[in-house]
Structures are given as structure tokens and as C-alpha cells.
């Protein structure tokens, strides 16, 4: 099945899946509202409509999609790296021969769209004149698939054209199989550029271009070829002067990045550019510079906590339909005005029907839109767009912001000594887990650089490739830790977060232009109180402590947790980061 041209791989798709029509999607206007009138009329999931259409009055151009219910997150207990050696893959990934994987799926694969429609999505990651774009076809039996590839890549001609009849392009099959979660899998190939999933119509399980390839197989890709993939917003801060300022920021999953990525500054006279809000990649530039890239298109968000108070631009974006329609998932529905409804948007509607569409009973102790519901958005509908989205150089980089979700432990904001030890502090990163993965919310584990879900090989090889970057970049960003997510006894956060986090950003802008000197302490460096602007806020002398304090008791617990978590890697770890963990241990005890 690899090495035949275009057309061929089709065909072997089409024999091995046996679908009743294909259709060639070309990701225009047109094809975009045909796709939606099959998603309304005549696919289902469960007897029900893939697309239902939204009151355009409140969210113009949008539709709800509901999943199966089974189908809500990513399940990373099912995703796995088939890399030839077990080793390769690392402690990080589960692993499976290749050549047992290809045949478990062909299994699951062989007529499995019968009387269905497969949908070929040729696409591009990344813009069409850059260099470091890659050309990507994806297979799908699923409408609600193809509509949200259209709106998170660059999908059709360009890419068809590019790839003409050669074989070299990335490979996505999906289908949904029966949705039954003991029939999914997701699988990845590296070595191969393949990617096979069944049995999921979930965004980052489904959407190959999204996780699965711009991260799992684009970071093995750039462990080869001296880049870097990375689960990264990109944004451009503009001062009252008109300089610009570029950061990388990664968080975890459901853990702010879309938030900062659109974030609004209190402060007059500052504007935030967005250029991505998930995934970010990054190339050293022949000036020796990091430039960054988003390779996709749009933003596929967590809809609850999203408002006119917390998100302001994105509500914007949301209501904004000048290029794609707009998908909800497993939101609640107003049901008087027909409109999408969410936890965290305002008052809740008096007659509100549920994320799987039943009245909603606010007795029952849960949610009335799931709690990893999500809207796709089309990135030309944001206000606050870049004017260098497009430019296929990327943007320069002067900071990369590495966050994480902790009530306790971790402080507010801090910045590395350096290169190394920026790449020990995203090393030994650890956040409470989300509803964003299939597994149980609110548990630490270690997430090093918002990747181990993601990194598509043994991470302990990943962190050597961070570190060798250092003797490739002329001008080294600085590399910050933050967390807005302290709380205290009550439960309470500490930090009012949101807009107000654009302080930190301002604090680190400081650094950047050696405006502010600043302490060193055990875990970094840290601010001279008296150089956060907090004007304006009212915030307890006390709770603004307890943001900077360094509790030896949570840091033992802290230390044992890595060092079990870098025993997994065994004598991989790059010896610089045991020489740091070693320190760190020292210092704070
Ligand atoms: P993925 O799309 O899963 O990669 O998530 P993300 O990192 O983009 O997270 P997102 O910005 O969507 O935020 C996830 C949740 O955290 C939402 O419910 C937000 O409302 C909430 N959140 C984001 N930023 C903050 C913050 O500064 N403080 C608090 N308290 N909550 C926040
Ligand atoms: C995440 O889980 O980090 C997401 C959503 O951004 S998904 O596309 O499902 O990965
Ligand atoms: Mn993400």
C-alpha cells in the first residue's frame, strides 16, 4: 500500500473500506455548504442529524453537532506510536509492533464504510509559498470530519496540485467504525508519514491533521530534520510604541492556550495579534533566529468558561461568519431561541436542553454542556488576526511561555537562568489532568512541554533535541513558567486570570528589553513585586505571598514525582538535566 501514486492509494482505500460513493472534497464555499446539507438531511449518528442548523441571529452561520456519547475527548489509552523499535517510541507512548498494528486495522478497515460515503481531503499544514509546509491527504466517513478539516487546514486545489500523482504526501485513513470503544484505535506510523484511526469522530482523535500528524508525526519529522512541533500558541504583543513582540506559550490540554492567545490587555494602549492557539512549528531561520509557523487554519476551542467577561475575541470570532461556518459540539441548547449554551457563558436559559439532547435537569449534579464541548472556528474570522498570519516565514521569537494547571506548588511566574535550564524547568512540568483526555480529570502527572500526549517519540531523545537548539539560535528567547490556576483553602483562585495575565506578559516584555532586574531563587527567577503592574487589581497582599511562595513540603513531593517520572527514560535523560533536578533537589531542601 505505500508506494503507489495518488490515485492508486485512493483506490486501494476504496477496495479495502468498500464505501458507496466517494466524494472529492475541494474545500470551497460551495462544497462546504453541500457538505452541510448532507450533514443536515442525510448522515446520522444515531438516527440523528450529524448538523442541526443554529439561530443565525446570536451565532451567525453556526451548527450544533452532537457526538456519540461514549465519543467525547481524546482517548490516549487507545493512541499509539508504531515505531519499528519499542524504545524509539519511549516510556512516553504505547507502543505496538507496525506490522501487528497494519494488520489489526486493515481487519477493522475491510468494509468498514459499506453504505457509506468516504471523503477524500487533500490539505495542506501550513501555507502554500513556505518551504516548510507539508502536504497531507486525509480518508473519512464522517461529514462532521470533513466540514471541520475544511475549517482547520487549508484544504483542495493547492494541495491536490501539489501532490499531482506522486506518492509523497502524509496519509490519514479514518473512519468512525461503529463508535464503540472497544473497536478504537488510533495509530501512528512515524517512520511511514500514516496515519490509522477507527472508531472515533472526536477532534483530535479524528482530525488527523490536528494532533495526530502536526504533532505526533510532525515531531518526529522535525527530531529528524532539526525543527521543532510543538502543542504552542503563537502571539504577537504590540507596545504603546508599536514594537512587536512574539511569544511561543504552551499549556497543557483545556489549560489557557486559547485564552492567551486572544486575550484583551487591561492596559491602554497594548494590542495581542494571534497567529495560533494550539499548535505551533518552529525552524531556525539563516539569522539565526526562531521563527515559528501555525500550520492550521482554526481554532478548535473548549467552549465552557468562553464569555464576554473571560474571552471577549473570541466571542467576536464566534459571532463573526465573513469566511466558514462555525461548529458546536456537544454544547446545551437554548431551547426557546434555538442558540448554543455553555457553563460560564451568563445566565442560564429557563428552558435548556442538554449536551446529548435531553431537557436539562439542574438537580442531577452535572453539566448541561459537556464539559470538553467545543466550537471550530475558521482563524480569518478573529479580530485580532496577525497581519503576518499568512507570511510563510513565521514570526520571530523572543519568549516561549511554558504553563501549567496546579492549585498549589508551582508559583505565578518565573523565568529560566537560561537556555538549559528553561529545558529542565518544561522538563519536569506537572498539571492537573483535564476533561480534555478520556481519563480522570484533576490528577497531577508530569506533561514535559504540554507534550506527552503528543511527542511522537521517546521524549527523553526530545529533550536532547531542545537542548542542541542552543547552539543553533544567535538569539536565545528568553523561556518563562506560569500558573494561573493557584488556589487557596476555599478553593478559590488566587489569580484572577484571563485579561489579567497580560500583566505577566507585560513583566516578561520587561525582561526581554532588560528593562527590570529581577531575584534569582531556587526554581528561577523570579519578579520584584514592585515590577508587576497591578494596578487596578484588587488583590490581597497575602494571596499575592502565597503566588511566589516555595513550600519545601510540596516540593519534596514534587521531586519524588520527577524523579520517578525520569527514571522511566532510564539512562536516556540528557545527563544536564539530572545535574539540574540533582541542584534543584539540594536548594529547596
Ligand atoms: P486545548 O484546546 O485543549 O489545547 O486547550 P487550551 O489550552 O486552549 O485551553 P483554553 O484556553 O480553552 O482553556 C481551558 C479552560 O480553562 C477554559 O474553561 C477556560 O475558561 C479556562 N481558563 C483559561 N485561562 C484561564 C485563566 O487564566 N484562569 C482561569 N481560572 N481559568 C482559565
Ligand atoms: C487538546 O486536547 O489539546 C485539544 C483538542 O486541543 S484535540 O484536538 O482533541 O486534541
Ligand atoms: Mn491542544
Redesign the pocket.
Known sequence: MTNVGYIDWILEQVKLTKPSAVYWVDGSREDLERLIGIGMNTEKIDNNPVFVKLNDDVFPNSLLHRSHPSDVARTEHLTYVCLPKKEDAGPNNNWMPPEEAKEMMSKLFNGCMQGRTMYVIPYLLGHPDSPHSKVCVQITDSVYVAVSMCIMTRVGKEARERIGDSNNFVKGIHSLGELDPQRRWIMHFPHENLVMSFGSGYGGNALLSKKCFSLRIASYLGHAEGWLAE?MIIIGVEDPAGNMTYFLGA??????????ALITPPMAGYKVHVLG??IAWIHVGDDGRLYAVNPETGF???A???SYK??PKMMDTLKNDRFQPTLFTNVALDSDNNSPWWE?LGERPKNLVDWQGNPYDSTSGKTAAHPNSRFTVSIYNCPTISKEFDNPVGVPISGIIFGIRRTNTIPLVRESFDWDHGVFLSSIMGSET?A?ASSQSGIVRRDPMAMVPFCGYNMADYFRHWLEFKTRIKHMPKIFMVN??MKDDKGN?L?P??GE?FRILKWMMDRISNKVSAVETPLGVMPDLNDLDLSGLNIKEENLGRLFEINKEEWKNEIDDIEKFYAQFGERIPVELKNYLKKLKDDVS
Do not use: I, M, Q, R
Open positions: 502543542h499549556f497543557p490540554s483545556a489549560c489557557g492556550k486559547t485564552n492567551l492557539d494550539d478548535f476551542g473548549v465552557p468558561g468562553t473571560t474571552n460560564g483535564t480534555a494561573w490556576f483562585f489569580w486570570g484571563f495575565n
